[in-house]
Antibody, heavy 123, light 110 residues
């Protein structure tokens, strides 16, 4: 059974870079041409797609975040990484690691989801 | 403001049938499939309906989805107290080259 687990600092200072890791178990991130993705949810608000990445490096990013987002993978460790630069309080959210389904760029069918990790941006 | 439009709230009594709408445009719902997610309080979202009307294994057949043109709907029949949750629709958007979500609908079981 595929499982995703997010990890990283729970507190980041404004203007710094948020860095998160998603560790995948129960399957290889380089199998079957699946994309891997990140979604976030500010406290009390809705879901926002951040981006999808294929293990070979092909990426799709939310245009509103594209200038600040970098996603990468380490197939040897079965991990996916998210970096978001120049963060502000508006980037405070629960960040979820997800596996998009089949479709162009990974599509919008996300299953499974990690449990999520809360990142607070504050000095 | 979300690309897909959902009503912020919906409600029903146990046993009732409720529907939640999701409105989009030709670049998202009009040309791609719709997926629905259920988020119970304090938990991560869960895939509820995929490819407009398909249920993942384990999802009761009380939940159903449909799509017509640039709109989609989620229907819940035989409403139960445990259905009280937030529901989100999502679709790929060809113009934005990315996934978009609705703002979410909070379902209350009265």
């Amino acid at each position: 059974q595929l499982q995703l687990q997010e990890s990283g600092p729970g507190l980041v200072k404004p203007s710094e870079t948020l860095s998160l890791t998603c560790t995948v178990s129960g399957g290889s991130i380089s199998s079957n041409n699946y994309y891997w993705g990140w979604i976030r949810q500010p406290p009390g608000k809705g879901l926002e797609w951040i981006g999808n990445i294929l293990y070979g490096g092909n990426t799709y990013y939310n245009l509103s975040l594209k200038s600040r987002v970098t996603m990468s993978v380490d197939t040897s460790k079965n991990q996916i990484f998210l970096k978001l630069s120049a963060v502000t309080a508006a980037d405070t959210a629960v960040y979820y690691c997800v596996r998009p389904g089949p479709g162009v760029g990974g599509g919008s069918r996300f299953d499974p989801w990690g449990q999520g990790t809360l990142v607070t941006v504050s000095s | 403001q979300s690309v897909l439009t959902q009503p912020p709230s919906a409600s029903g009594t146990p046993g009732q049938r409720v529907t939640i709408s999701c409105s989009g445009s030709s670049s998202n719902i009009g040309s791609n499939t719709v997926n629905w997610y259920q988020q119970l309080p304090g938990t991560a979202p869960k895939l509820l309906i995929y490819s407009n009307n398909q249920r993942p294994s384990g999802v009761p057949d009380r939940f159903s989805g449909s799509k017509s043109g640039t709109s989609a709907s989620l229907a819940i029949s035989g409403l139960q107290s445990e259905d009280e949750a937030d529901y989100y629709c999502a679709a790929w958007d060809d113009s934005l080259n990315g996934s978009v979500f609705g703002g979410g609908t909070k379902l209350t079981v009265l």
